[in-house]
Structure formats: structure tokens, C-alpha cells
């Protein structure tokens, strides 16, 4: 358990820059992120805060702020079958340089995102606020698909699609959720993006949400 920590200004050539949990569930708890930052110029570096590696987390009541990637998941990154618990959290002003500025989401990952803020964050591609590559289940009805629940994601930019979120690929549920003045590189897609290249649709349940400008 960790809990009550500030982590801040921590920098590595690799994924994590606080934090990096392979194969392990710890709980994470009344900490601050801050300015923490995941680097690598050749091979871009994922995670600017938390990076988890089939790891099952339960974060919650903590605070990312303007941590950075030079790859995917400014604030978190999730890969290969991770599925972290983060509630209660405020992940604000994070930044990528590719997908996720705020959450990255890849490859059978069911993150299960609730009553949390996500705003400010900043993507050099997709998901300026979440993104989702290829977290799939059976249908968007699947108890085990990743889930978005009462969370406010406003005010985060993606340099292509999807400033809010952006799912390839990916089967989710978002509810009782409020997406508000995200932008785009794109003219389509600032608040949710639905890219689909493969044989999985890409499936989005949505119910009881405030979507703005949706395009």
C-alpha cells in the first residue's frame, strides 16, 4: 500500500516516472503525482506518472498533475491486460506525445474509470483525455468491458481524433458521465472518437451522459 505520498519531479529513460508495477496489484492511495515525467527520444517512453504492465491496481483519491511521455499516457499507462481500479482522482494538465494525454489504454486492458476528473490534458495524436486500443470483450454489454462512470472529462486537446476519448478498436461503457469543450486536430470526433480497422467493432455503450458538441 501507498498512501499519502507526493511524488514529484521524478524523470526516467524508460515507462514510469514515479511509479512502474509489472505483474502486481498494489493499492494506491491519497497520493500526488506532480511533474514526473516518462523519457526517451529513439523509443518513446509510456506512463508520465504510473505505468502498469499486467498489473491490477486500485488507485484511488489521488492527484496527476502535469506529468509527461514522450510516448502514450501522460498521466497513466496501462498495457497488456492491466486493470487498474482509479476512482476518485483528478488527472489534470498531463501530457503525451502520442495517445492518452491524460489515460492510455492498450491491448486487452479494462481499466474501470469512476467519479474522477480528467481536463487539461494534451495528446500529439489521439485521446487527449482517454484512450482506448484494443480493449475488447465480447459485446459493450460485457461485465468485464472497461468502464467510464461518473467522470467529468473537459478542456483536453488531441492533436488528431478524439479530444475527450478515443476508442480503436475498443468495446466500452460510458455513463452517467459529462464530456465537455474537448478539441480536435480533426474537425470530427472532439469529444468521442470510434475508430474501427479490424474485425472487433468498436462499440460504445453510452447512457445518461452530457456530450457536447458532438460531431
Not at 492491466?82 to 486487452?108: H, Y
Not at 475488447?136 to 461518473?150: I, K, R
Amino acid at each position: 500500500v501507498l498512501y499519502g505520498l507526493t511524488i514529484k519531479n521524478g524523470s526516467i529513460n524508460d515507462n514510469g516516472g514515479a511509479i512502474f508495477c509489472s505483474y502486481s496489484s498494489p493499492t494506491i492511495k491519497n497520493c500526488i503525482f506532480e511533474n514526473n515525467r516518462a523519457a526517451g527520444s529513439i523509443l518513446r517512453k509510456n506512463g508520465g506518472a504510473i505505468a502498469l504492465y499486467n498489473s491490477n491496481p486500485v488507485i484511488a483519491d489521488c492527484t496527476f498533475l502535469a506529468n509527461s511521455a514522450t510516448g502514450a499516457g501522460g498521466g497513466i499507462s496501462c498495457r497488456d491486460g492491466s486493470s487498474p481500479i482509479i476512482s476518485n482522482c483528478r488527472i489534470l494538465n498531463n501530457s503525451a506525445g502520442a495517445e492518452g494525454g491524460g489515460v492510455f489504454c492498450w491491448i486487452n486492458s479494462i481499466a474501470n474509470l469512476s467519479h474522477s476528473v480528467i481536463a487539461g490534458n494534451h495528446s500529439g495524436s489521439f485521446g487527449g483525455g482517454v484512450y482506448f486500443y484494443e480493449c475488447t470483450a465480447l459485446s459493450a454489454e460485457d461485465p468485464n468491458v472497461p468502464s467510464v462512470d461518473f467522470v467529468t472529462i473537459a478542456d483536453n486537446s488531441a492533436a488528431s481524433y478524439g479530444g475527450g476519448i478515443c476508442l480503436w478498436d475498443s468495446k466500452i461503457k460510458l455513463t452517467n458521465s459529462i464530456l465537455w469543450n474537448n478539441t480536435s486536430g480533426e474537425s470530427a470526433g472532439s469529444q468521442i472518437a470510434l475508430i474501427d480497422d479490424s474485425l472487433d467493432a468498436t462499440t460504445l455503450s453510452i447512457n445518461y451522459c452530457d456530450v457536447t458538441g458532438l460531431n
